[in-house]
């Protein structure tokens, strides 16, 4: 027998790490999710067409230019002027509401664009941008997304949601039919970049995804309301395949999140939801 030789033990020792590490990240990917509902995960995932092994960007980091650093511009108000603007775009957004009841009036595209700029603004991690933001305009275009839709919706207002999850919308009155997906002149679907891609072609580190394009969502919505449009937040689930394929985005973007835009129907109603006062919502240490 061959004795055991310090190079044969530190041959044996990296056999061993190799063999166990894929294992042992697979492992904690499955930690990661015990508890949330497994429908929600699916669609943020959506790890079907991605192959395991592609799923982490290439952690060797490929060297970016420099950046110059410049003097930052600031513009400072006096201390009235502040609380006028605070106070004002406080009411503004205290006056967005999800409208369901979508006309099929046309917008100006030019405000489209400048929302959509104006939520490309939101900061990301490690200034990454992870975001694509798909207009859907073509009526048949938005008619197979209904029709995508409201098949999922279905099952999971019959199916999948819990007796607990379709109690909390009955206030909301909502159900799998989905009329604004063909009525709103445009339908802004916005898909996080879980990696990007170097010049070269490598992986790209996306940090904090699913936060920065959160960020950039709220703006958006934010910027919406400032412009005198409507919308409504919606999270189609089980929907982001499918809808990914549908408008031919690549595997690495997943759907986040589907607005609805125009301006409401004459017939309008919002339920009456009050809002948790400050002093609910906010805690001074
Ligand atoms: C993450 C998220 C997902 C939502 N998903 C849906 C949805 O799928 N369908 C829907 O009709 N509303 C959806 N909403 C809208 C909420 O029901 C709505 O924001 C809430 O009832 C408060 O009403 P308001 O937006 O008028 O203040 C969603 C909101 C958020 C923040």
């Not at 967005?96 to 009036?105: A, G, K, M």
């Not at 960020?215 to 934010?222: F, K, N």
Request: proline share 8%.
């Amino acid at each position: 027998m061959l004795p055991l030789t310090p190079v044969l033990v530190a041959v044996v020792c990296i056999l061993i790490v190799w063999i166990f590490k894929p294992a042992d990240r697979s492992l904690r990917r499955k930690k990661r999710e015990p508890g949330a509902p497994p429908w929600v995960d699916e669609d943020l995932n959506d790890s079907t067409d991605l192959h395991q092994g592609q799923e982490d960007a290439d952690e060797r980091p490929e060297s970016e230019e420099d950046v110059e650093h410049i003097p930052f511009s600031h513009t400072r108000y006096p201390e009235k002027e502040m609380a006028k603007r605070s106070q004002e775009f406080y009411e503004l957004l205290n006056k967005r509401r999800s409208v369901r009841f979508i006309s099929n009036e046309q917008v100006p595209m030019e405000v489209i664009n400048n929302v959509i700029k104006a939520a490309g603004t939101a900061p990301s991690g490690a200034h990454t941008e992870p975001w694509t933001f798909v207009l859907v305009k073509d009526p048949d275009v938005k008619h197979k997304i209904r029709e995508i839709i409201e098949k999922e919706e279905e099952i999971n207002y019959m199916k999948r949601m819990g007796h607990r999850w379709v109690t909390d919308l009955k206030k909301l009155r909502t159900n799998w039919v989905k009329e604004y997906l063909d009525t709103a002149p445009v339908l802004i679907l916005i898909f996080k970049q879980v990696h990007g891609f170097t010049p070269s072609g490598r992986k790209k580190v996306h940090y904090y995804n699913e936060i920065s394009v959160s960020i950039a969502c709220g703006i958006l919505l934010a910027a919406l309301q400032n412009a005198g449009l409507v919308t409504v937040t919606t999270t189609p689930l089980n929907c982001g395949p499918h809808l990914r394929v549908l408008l031919g985005r690549p595997p690495h973007e997943k759907l986040l999140m589907l607005l609805p835009v125009g301006y409401p129907s004459k017939e309008a109603t919002v339920p009456d939801l009050k809002r948790k006062a400050l002093d609910q919502i906010m805690v001074t240490v």
